[in-house]
């Protein structure tokens, strides 16, 4: 892709391949109308006639997809709107999982469930069932006896008899059963460093599992489950973009990696940013393009106060006369059409959804269910991103590739599938996985690297924090 006039916008329902799921889109923005984006309407439009990816015929799909968007709907009104950590504030709540396929919902509650809920619970729209589930543990113990593992927002390490340097501990998430602490280590060989794979025997590996859970249990005082999990990879490209930009682009950092941009953003005095992730740059001020041949086609710069390093984001600010845009790309990392979907809104996550990732070295996946909510996890940087979500894919399938760190997760919304709800970026990657023939933008330089699992941070916190609204539209 070259440039603005291989932009063109959905036409018809989205082939089932690039389908994500239907959240409720629980936040509108005043501010950010349709065609709110000057020179937005004209990229858009370039290409419209182009037509979009075949409509899929499987209703079968498309019923699970509108399944999501009631349970998510009935689910937003449990959790009173809030994000994923924030639901800790909900006295006795532990967590909620949505199962489409089944219309059915989990409820994990410690003690008596309110008159609010129990009111939800008994007006359930035809067709959906839920449970109530007693939990062990609130989503608000949990927090506190996670903290006793948190020191100066670090997560701290448990010394061991058995290796010569200490188990680091790498995430923690409160159980999704409100059964206790799922907790992740490897050993510490630094900030950045990692083992590829497991340097020690079997026998010796689940002796040092059962020396970190006995550490991590009373230090935190509740049940741990813990599992030897290394450190999360920084993924740190989609083709060259062209103002006003959009998310899912790639982009080369003053240091040389290669990253992806994420979302339009405004500012609240009224700058149009692009999100990227904080770990491409650490804090360097200056992005470019990214492209084989160097980098070209300047993004823009950011500064101290369009970062926050614990939720891994940076936004860039154009230069003078130029402006974000409201889409993401979709489809394949080489799709030359610059197809591309509106984001008109955003969501909350729970754990069963299924969420889409769209990276400029990996395009996208589709798929990728939401397996924990409200994780603590350290990237390669070595720091904590203490709000962050965990997808995988199915068995053997890819969630991302290396190169599509800052790239949007999102999925699809419920007008005609022709427009997304943002979710979050991505942050980090878990679990290598067979590419399988995948190819990258960035082939010239390195390899695909690609895995199973991928971390993100949750929309919701970084709007909220940044005091950012979404760039939105809806064609």
Not at 61 to 81: H, M
Not at 360 to 374: E, L, P, S
Not at 385 to 408: F, M
Request: hydrophobic content about 35%; glycine content about 12%.
């Amino acid at each position: 892709m070259s440039g603005r006039t291989t932009k063109r916008r959905v036409q018809g329902v989205l082939a089932v391949s690039l389908l994500a799921a239907i959240p409720l889109v629980t936040t509108s923005f005043a501010d950010a109308s349709p065609s709110a984006i000057p020179g937005e309407a004209a990229k858009v439009a370039a290409n419209q006639s182009a037509g979009g990816p075949p409509p899929d015929a499987s209703l079968q799909n498309i019923q699970l997809l509108n399944n999501q968007r009631v349970l998510d709907k009935i689910s937003d009104q449990i959790t009173e709107g809030k994000g994923e950590a924030d639901r800790a504030q909900i006295p006795g709540f532990t967590d909620v999982e949505v199962v489409p396929a089944q219309m059915h919902i989990r409820l994990h509650w410690k003690g008596e469930v309110p008159a609010y809920v129990k009111n939800i619970l008994s007006s359930l729209p035809s067709g959906v069932t839920a449970e109530v589930l007693p939990a062990k543990y609130s989503k608000a113990e949990l927090h506190a006896a996670r903290e006793r593992l948190i020191s100066n927002r670090k997560l701290k390490n448990v010394a061991s008899k058995l290796t010569s340097v200490p188990s680091r501990i790498t995430s923690i998430a409160p159980a999704v059963d409100g059964s206790g602490l799922d907790i992740g280590y490897d050993e510490d060989r630094g900030v950045g460093q990692r083992d590829d794979h497991d340097p020690l025997t079997p026998i010796a590996r689940q002796d040092k599992t059962r020396e970190v859970k006995a550490a991590t249990d009373s230090e935190t005082g509740v049940e741990t489950r813990v599992q030897y999990k290394p450190l999360a990879i920084d993924a740190s490209t989609r083709q060259v973009d062209s103002a006003p930009w959009w998310g899912g682009a790639g982009l080369q950092t003053p240091g040389g990696t290669i990253c992806s941009t994420g979302f339009g953003v405004t500012t609240a005095d009224g700058r149009k940013l692009i999100t990227t992730a904080y770990h491409c740059g650490n804090g360097s001020f200056h992005t470019w393009g990214y492209g084989p041949n160097g980098p070209h086609n300047y993004v823009g710069s950011t500064s101290a106060a369009d970062q926050a390093s614990s939720n891994d984001v940076s936004g860039l600010t154009p230069e003078a006369g130029v402006l974000t845009g409201s889409h993401v790309y979709d489809g394949a990392w080489d799709d030359t059409t610059g197809y591309s979907k509106a984001v008109s809104g955003w969501g909350h996550n729970y754990e069963g959804d299924k969420v889409c990732t769209s990276g400029a070295n990996g395009g996208v996946h589709c798929g990728i269910k939401i397996a924990h909510t409200d994780i603590n996890v350290v990237g390669s940087n070595g720091i904590l991103r203490p709000d962050v979500d965990l997808a995988y894919a199915a068995p053997g399938g890819i969630a991302a590739v290396n190169g599509d760190s800052g790239g949007p997760v999102f999925s699809g919304t419920a007008s005609g599938y022709t427009t997304d709800a943002a979710r979050g970026t991505i942050t980090a990657l878990d679990t290598t996985t067979n590419c399988n023939g995948q190819p990258v933008a960035d082939s010239w330089q390195r390899p695909a690297w690609c895995f199973n699992g991928v971390y993100y941070v949750p929309i919701s916190v970084i709007l909220a924090d940044k005091t950012w609204t979404l760039n939105t539209s809806t064609s």
